[in-house]
Nanobody, 123 residues
Framework: QVQLVESGGGLVQAGGSLRLSCAASGRPFSSVTMAWFRQASGKERAFVSAITGSGRSILYADSVKGRFTISRDDAKNTVYLQMNSLKPEDTAVYYC????????????????WGQGTQVTVSS
């Protein structure tokens, strides 16, 4: 059974940094696409970033480009999201998700999800 467990969320002041982690288990992960989405209160779940197997391709939402960095450690079955220069509008629950291959924006394209971790950025 595939399980994704996020960690690293919290409360931070604007301009600060956080690093999110998502540990995966239940199947081999080195070839799958791993992604981060976020959902702010009252809004739909939105694509943040994704990285394909072995890190061949990486994509970021325009809103986080230049501030967030996605990476993966296949030896640990873990994907990370380094978030710098955080803004109040980054406040959301952040979710990790996986799919077999490719990078797609819609949340519906991803097969497995974590439970989410709250990120709150104060002004």
């Amino acid at each position: 059974q595939v399980q994704l467990v996020e960690s690293g969320g919290g409360l931070v002041q604007a301009g600060g940094s956080l690093r999110l982690s998502c540990a995966a288990s239940g199947r081999p992960f080195s070839s799958v696409t791993m992604a981060w989405f976020r959902q702010a209160s009252g809004k739909e779940r939105a694509f943040v970033s994704a990285i394909t197997g072995s890190g061949r391709s990486i994509l970021y939402a325009d809103s986080v480009k230049g501030r967030f960095t996605i990476s993966r450690d296949d030896a640990k079955n873990t994907v990370y999201l380094q978030m710098n220069s955080l803004k109040p509008e980054d406040t959301a629950v952040y979710y990790c998700a996986i799919r077999d291959s490719g990078i797609y924006y819609p949340a519906s394209a991803y097969d497995y999800w974590g439970q989410g971790t709250q990120v709150t950025v104060s002004s």
